[in-house]
């Protein structure tokens, strides 16, 4: 079946540090992938995504570039703020066809 | 339009009794997929409608679990004889599909419920 698994939190780090949070899935056929992020307090906001191999979806400072031959997602920003501290999810789906399968999410504190 | 609004935000009740929650959608968007989500997991899903059918629904949704969305709106989500195990953030998100794909899900803030 389909799944996703990301890189257990909590992540913390200071402001302006860099910020990978890894990501790998299995999956039948080549799916749409997601990084949605949740703000304390708030719905899930999709951050990102990418549709097809070697595609980088960026947003916010953030990307993931989509590698089929090590079927990760990963995600990257070069500099972070405190603003960012938040709980990143990252999912799957099939052309958007199918219902979003998530990582369990990790969970980023950035410190002053 | 507001985004995808679920009610209510909180829900305590004790073991055994049912609730329902309500989920409004986007109002243009014709799919409509509930989601749970417990402390430390990320959402799993749970069913989901294209318009007013049922379209799949997981092995997670027990029969004591039922959902509805009787004019392709709104949708209802029922849990009968509640158990400890219930407890968890319900979360609804909505998205619109045209041909063969589907534009991004879009989520509520969710109700959490608690069982006692």
């Known amino acids: 079946g389909n799944s996703v698994t990301q890189m257990e939190g909590p992540v913390t780090l200071s402001e302006e540090a860099f910020l990978t949070i890894n990501c790998t899935y299995t999956?039948?056929?080549?799916?749409?992938l997601f990084w949605y992020v949740q703000y304390p307090g708030e719905g899930l906001q999709l951050l990102l995504k990418a549709t097809k191999a070697d595609d980088k979806g960026s947003n916010k400072g953030f990307e993931a570039t989509y590698r089929k031959e090590t079927t990760s997602f990963h995600l990257e920003k070069g500099s972070v703020q405190v603003s960012d501290s938040a709980v990143y999810f990252c999912?799957?789906?099939?052309?958007?066809?199918?219902?979003?399968?998530f990582g369990k999410g990790t969970r980023l504190s950035v410190i002053a | 339009d507001t985004g995808v609004s679920q009610d209510p935000r909180h829900k305590i009740t004790k073991r055994g009794q049912n609730v329902t929650f309500r989920c409004d959608p986007i109002?243009?968007?014709?799919?409509l997929y509930w989601y749970r989500q417990t402390l430390g997991q990320g959402p799993e899903f749970l069913t989901y409608f294209q318009n007013e059918a049922q379209l799949e629904k997981s092995r997670l949704l027990s029969d004591r679990f039922s959902a509805e969305r009787p004019k392709g709106s709104f949708s209802t989500l029922e849990i009968q004889r509640t158990e400890q195990g219930d407890s968890a953030m319900y979360l609804c998100a909505s998205s619109l599909y045209h041909g063969r794909e589907a534009t991004e899900a879009f989520f509520g803030q969710g109700t959490r419920l608690t069982v006692v």
């Open positions: 999956a039948t056929g080549y799916p749409s």
């Open positions: 109002s243009e968007h014709n799919r």
């Open positions: 999912a799957l789906s099939h052309s958007g066809n199918t219902p979003l399968v």
